[in-house]
Structure formats: structure tokens, C-alpha cells
């Protein structure tokens, strides 16, 4: 039976405390409209930022250490896989969470209060179908003795693996078909945990600010802290929330099997990388080709020169595989050993220029900008880029996938946020400013 996507029938409030910042938040939950997604709207912040839980959001983990955060620009949104992993669990496709500061808060460190609180405003189906992603090939990501592997099947189903060196914390085993069902009985009210000289060491380096013995299970040399088990493996429990919520930013449900030995948040977020790569390259070939692009077609090279003045040896955009007019794009680059530059850059060991780099993020972002009929028939002209940063080098071979998402756009001008990846590894990101002209 075809599943229609989910928001929630009224509106709902909610305050706590952020677990790693201390910060005092409040939440309000509003419906949105199909196809929309998931929002965090920072209303404390000037103009009200929008950050959608989609992949190109998601901050890099060295940045927000032990969980995971979302941002654009300045704004940002820490802390937000446990709320993520309940919107999973409810099957909400669509929703507006405005935000008063900068982390969700951890209430009593599970899901439940956030479950509590949006079935109590009422569930209500809409009219489109929802948006899955299958995963097409097996996918896998390591780090050390940590591994998560992605498998295609049928439903969404989650085997985890959790091994501490620790008396408490060895071996325990969970295998979980996701429902609505399985994640309010099963997983929703497993706690957030650490050990008891994590807890120092993190309150040391400036974290867990909101974290105490309720919110936390802060595990002893033999036993819980102040506080009592809810499941006898309560700790695999929440590693398997941590995971639903990670991979959820993906912006639509997962159909897969997901099999993960030791991962945290980080290993979780390279995972979701790949599936997003592999999301990309596979709507990429079944999507329709058009003059005039709509919200979500590919654009070809042709395409590309109706609407960019850029042409050969200058036009460093293949294909636009992802549009939404206004607010997001996705580009290819197809980095190939017969570039002009590599002559010159250098002879014997070829590296893509930095600034050749940044000019094909910047296609891309006049792509999204031009595309809009009230823009067409104008220039975009590269202003200014700020805080541009170089995380790899690209060389030939590569493939650069570019994710641009709209800041600001005014009459004249237009910021932009973008991050090129290679592999799914951010390879160059930054802030550009453009003007728009008459052409």
C-alpha cells in the first residue's frame, strides 16, 4: 500500500535545556506543506534563518563534537538526531520547528517527550506520496574497529553492534524492523550515555554544559550513576536512535538494511554522504531532460548555455542534476586528465586550481539564480567569497558534486552557500556573493 507523506495537525511548544551548550530553548512545532521537508527557522536570528535537514546542511563533525548539527551561514541548530530520529520513527515528512538559540534541547536525553508531544498535536496524512530513497548497491564506511554497511532491501531494518571495553558495556546485540510501532515500543525512550570519565573530559573541553545523572546515563566503573536502566540494553537501544536520526537528514526515508558495529556520529554521517551520492547519481539518469527547467529536472551542457553566458574552455559545469528555483542546486564537474589547466598545473603532478574550483561553485549558484523567470535574460557577476576553505586536493579523474543552497536574494545581488565534494568528502566550501545585471 503507497504511504502518503505526514505533518502534524496543530501546532505544539516545547522548552528544555541543550545537553552539550546550557543554552535555554524553546520549540515550536507548525504543519507544513507536501514536499517541503523538515525546517529549523533560528527566529532569534535577524531575517529568520531556514536550515533544512538535508545532507548539504550538516556541519562537519570535528565542529560539533558528539552530535550532530545542522547550519547555513551563521545559523546553526546542534543537537539534532534525537528530534530527527522521532520525526523517522512518526514517518513526518514536513515540518516547521522555529528555534530560539542554538542547540534542541535534551530534555530527558531520549525521543520520548518529542513523540509524546507531536502525537498529542495529531498526525495527519497528505495528498502526495512520500519520498523514499532504496539503496541501489552496496555501500560501507570504516573507521578503525567501526563499521556501518548499507544493503538494498525491501523495508528499513537496523542491526547494530555495540562493544566497550567496559564491564557494563559489552557485547549487546539488536536487529529492528523500523515502524512507527517498533520505534515508539523499542527505541524512542533509550537515554543518550557516556562514561563516567568521558563526562569529565567533555565538561573539561567546554561540553554536556546541560547534561546531569537524569538527562544522561553516565556509566561507573560498575554501575549506572545515579540512575536505573529502562531496557537491559538500553545503551545498543539509543546507538540505533542515534543512527535513525543521522541518516534521516538524508531529507526522505531510507529502504535498506543497515548493519553497524561501534559507529558514532561521525561514521553515521559519512554513511549518509554516501547514500546522498548514490541518491544523486541514480535520480541524475532517470530524470527528464527540458528546456525550461522545473523544480527537481536535470539540466544538460546545452541546457546550461541558454541560461550561463560561459562556454568552452570556461564553462566548468557538466550537468545540473537537482534544481529547486530560488533555493538549492546541485551540479557536476567531470574532472578528466585532458583539461586545458592541467598543462600548466602542474606538469607531472595535475591538481585542479583552487580558483577554478570556486568559479564552477559559482556556476552552479547562477544556475539556481538565472533559472527563475524573473531572472532570466540576466547576468550574475561574481562579487566576493568568503570563507572559502581547501580540504583536498582534486585531480584528475575526480568527479566534483556541488551543492549550492541560497542565502540571500535581492533584486541586485544574491548570496550563496556551496560545498564541492569528491567521494562524498567536502573538498572546498564557502560563502559567494554575486550581482545580477541586466544582460
Given amino acids: 500500500m503507497e504511504l502518503l507523506q505526514r505533518t502534524i495537525k496543530n501546532q505544539a511548544r516545547i522548552s528544555g535545556i541543550g545537553l552539550h551548550t546550557g543554552n535555554k530553548v524553546n520549540l515550536t512545532f507548525k504543519p507544513a506543506p507536501v514536499n517541503s521537508g523538515i525546517h529549523f527557522v533560528r527566529v532569534d536570528i535577524k531575517d529568520k534563518p531556514a536550515i533544512k535537514a538535508e545532507s548539504v546542511s550538516v556541519l562537519e563533525s570535528c565542529k560539533t563534537q558528539r552530535r550532530t548539527s545542522l547550519g547555513i551561514g551563521n545559523a546553526e541548530v546542534q ?31 531520549s525521543g520520548i517527550e518529542f513523540l509524546s508531544l507531536l502525537k498529542e498535536a495529531g498526525i495527519v496524512e497528505q495528498e502526495t506520496s512520500r519520498k523514499y530513497f532504496s539503496i541501489k548497491e552496496p555501500l560501507w564506511v570504516e573507521e578503525g574497529q567501526a563499521m556501518i554497511v548499507a544493503l538494498p532491501a525491501n523495508d528499513y531494518s537496523i542491526r547494530y553492534t555495540l562493544q566497550y571495553d567496559h564491564l557494563l558495556l559489552k557485547a549487546q546485540y539488536l536487529e529492528l524492523v523500523v515502524t512507527p510501532e517498533s520505534f515508539e515500543q523499542e527505541l524512542a525512550s533509550s537515554r543518550t550515555f557516556c562514561l563516567q570519565e568521558e563526562a569529565e573530559s567533555l565538561q573539561g573541553i567546554g561540553l554536556g554544559k546541560g547534561a546531569n545523572y537524569q538527562n544522561t546515563l553516565v556509566v561507573g566503573e560498575k554501575e549506572v550513576i545515579k540512575n536505573t536502566l529502562r531496557f537491559q540494553d538500553e545503551f545498543v537501544r ?29 561514521l553515521n554521517l559519512k554513511l549518509l554522504q554516501k547514500i546522498y551520492q548514490q541518491k544523486i547519481k541514480y535520480e541524475s539518469g532517470s530524470i527528464a531532460f527540458g528546456n525550461i527547467p522545473k523544480n527537481g529536472e536535470e539540466l544538460d551542457a546545452a541546457a546550461i548555455m541558454k541560461i550561463l553566458p560561459h562556454r568552452y574552455p570556461f564553462l566548468l559545469v557538466d550537468k545540473i542534476v537537482s534544481l529547486e528555483k530560488g533555493k538549492k542546486a546541485v551540479g557536476i564537474k567531470n574532472v578528466t586528465i585532458n583539461e586545458h589547466f592541467f598543462v600548466g598545473h602542474f606538469p607531472g603532478k595535475p591538481v585542479m586550481p583552487g580558483v577554478l574550483i570556486i568559479e564552477a561553485m559559482a556556476q552552479v549558484g547562477g544556475v539556481m539564480m538565472l533559472s527563475s523567470e524573473e531572472n532570466r535574460g540576466k547576468l550574475a557577476f561574481f562579487m566576493a567569497a568568503n570563507g ?4 583536498k586536493p582534486v585531480l584528475p579523474g575526480d568527479q566534483l558534486m556541488i551543492e549550492v543552497i541560497v542565502g540571500k536574494i535581492k533584486t541586485k545581488t544574491g548570496q550563496v552557500f556551496a560545498k564541492a565534494y569528491v567521494d562524498g568528502r567536502v573538498a572546498t566550501e564557502g560563502e559567494l556573493m554575486f550581482a545580477l545585471v541586466e544582460g
Fill in 238 to 266: 539509543h546507538k540505533i536512535l542515534d543512527l535513525m536520526g543521522d541518516l534521516y537528514v538524508l531529507g526522505a526515508q531510507i529502504k535498506g538494511k543497515i548493519i553497524a558495529i561501534r559507529s558514532g556520529h561521525s
Fill in 79 to 109: 543537537t539534532v538526531e534525537h528530534l530527527m530520529a522521532v520525526l523517522s520513527g512518526l514517518q513526518l515528512d514536513n515540518l516547521l520547528i522555529e528555534v530560539d538559540n542554538n542547540e534542541i534541547p535534551g530534555l530527558d536525553g
Fill in 388 to 391: 572559502v576553505k581547501f580540504r
